[in-house]
């Protein structure tokens, strides 16, 4: 049986081939994605940080197809988190609005956080990523904010080193291997997003020990 690590060498070929088409188009069975997945996916984070960038866009995809092959791994894929941090940015008071926008929020809306929209339009968004440092770690990222929360909260792995936080140029947080999770204040985090003109920008950046 091969070991993880040569199924993670195999994996971009896997990506490559038809077959990856075929699990992005939905067509291969649930039960055959578990089973030629499943070593990965017993590891995920490890797997997705050694990973170059668009393998990553397509496993976590892949996962997004099929919520119930990664659900049997307690892995549950947030939307992107450039897009659902744009999204968010659109509930700014004076957000224009912009049709091409509105689709895409209507399709992030069909993801799972669509179950906690309400009639009063209270909203939960959340997104996930995978970024390198500016000395070439790779990490993931993620946030989670809901109407009536005061604060917006951040996440990471590997909680291994300091990693600081720059949205749209603006310094957003610090999470280090003590504090691998922050809330951050809603009014604060907003007024960042409203930076953000040109679309949003995420940059993480290891401070000098």
């Not at 099929?66 to 659109?90: C, H, N, T, W």
């Amino acid at each position: 049986m091969a070991t993880a690590d040569e199924l993670l060498d195999r994996f971009p070929h896997l990506l490559f081939s038809s077959f990856r088409n075929r699990m992005l188009l939905g067509n291969v069975p649930a039960e055959t994605v578990q089973r030629v997945l499943e070593p990965l996916l017993a590891d995920f984070y490890e797997v997705m940080l050694r990973l170059p960038s668009n393998l990553q866009t397509d496993f976590e995809n892949i996962l997004r197809i099929y919520p119930d092959v990664g659900e049997r791994f307690g892995l549950r894929p947030k939307p992107p988190i450039m897009e659902s941090l744009q999204r968010l940015a659109r509930r700014l008071p004076g957000a224009e609005p912009d049709e091409r926008a509105e689709k895409l929020e209507f399709d992030i809306a069909a993801e799972a956080q669509q179950g906690l929209e309400t009639a009063k339009k209270s909203f939960f968004t959340e997104g996930q990523g995978f970024f390198v440092t500016d000395r070439g770690n790779p990490v993931y990222l993620e946030f989670i904010c809901s109407e009536g929360n005061d604060f917006v909260t951040f996440g990471y792995k590997p909680s291994i080193f300091e990693i600081e936080i720059y949205i749209c140029g603006s310094y957003t947080s610090t999470l280090s291997p003590s504090r691998p999770e922050r809330n951050i204040p809603v009014a604060g985090f907003l007024e960042i997003l409203m930076k953000c003109v040109q679309g949003v920008d995420i940059k993480i950046i290891e401070p000098a020990i």
